[in-house]
């Protein structure tokens, strides 16, 4: 497994930007970011596999980018035009497959997973 260490969430008004970091130990892929709201399931937010190629949630497409510095082996999650609905925990998530099958923000795609940092947006 993969240990990760996020950074960058905080408190924003609606309309505002945060970056989220994600410090991997070592090179994996596919790697994402995944999302829990109070009472909600967790879901894909965003992920990139071994080629470079990203997948993003509907509600997000638009608003937010993943990318990737391979040298660093760091991902990370630039977010903008926050709305109080992109208010969760998110989630760092690395895999071993390299690519995905189906959809890279299936959670069975990956086995380690950040401790999580904080996002709150409000209106």
């Known amino acids: 497994q993969v240990q990760l260490v996020e950074s960058g969430g905080g408190s924003v008004q609606a309309g505002g930007s945060v970056r989220l970091s994600c410090a991997a130990s070592k090179y994996t892929a596919p790697m994402g970011w995944f999302r829990q709201a109070p009472g909600k399931e967790r879901e894909g937010v965003a992920a990139?596999?071994?080629?470079?190629?990203?997948e993003y949630a509907d509600s997000v497409k638009g608003r937010f980018t993943i990318s990737k510095d391979n040298a660093k082996n760091t991902l990370y999650l630039q977010m903008n035009s926050l709305k109080p609905e992109d208010t969760a925990i998110y989630y760092c998530?690395?895999?071993?497959?390299?690519?995905?099958?189906?959809?890279?923000?299936?959670?069975?795609?990956?086995?380690?997973w950040g401790q999580g940092t904080q996002v709150t947006v409000s209106s």
């Open positions: 990139i596999d071994r080629s470079g190629s990203t």
């Open positions: 998530a690395a895999g071993w497959a390299g690519y995905c099958g189906i959809s890279c923000l299936r959670s069975s795609y990956y086995n380690s």
